[in-house]
């Protein structure tokens, strides 16, 4: 049996993250699901997750802001970034800090 990857979720807003749980949750292991930046950063170093899905617009710490973290402190975590931004300069900001993908 393979093992699932670790997940961890992190968006600010109930329907969007039941939305995301009900689609990942059977094929992925959730860690933890978080609403904030702070805890997604605190989350992200204590667990050590797989994969990290977040959005960019989230309270006490936006999704750059913990990329910038996770790169600063060399967490090597692959993160997906969520948004409904969809302007060229959020995916280049995103992309040069480290994410691995931007879905607007």
Partial sequence: MTRQARLL???????VIE???SLLA???DL??????GHELLL???ALRPD????????PRLS???VLAELKKRELAIP???LTMHDEAGYARRARALGAAALVP
């Fill in 43 to 45: 989350s992200a170093q």
């Fill in 31 to 36: 860690v933890a699901v978080v609403a904030d």
């Fill in 79 to 81: 993160v997906i970034v």
């Fill in 19 to 21: 939305g995301l749980k």
């Fill in 9 to 15: 979720l992190a968006d600010d807003h109930p329907l």
């Fill in 63 to 65: 999704g750059f802001e």
């Fill in 26 to 28: 059977p094929r992925y």
């Fill in 51 to 58: 994969v990290i899905v977040t959005d960019i617009s989230m």
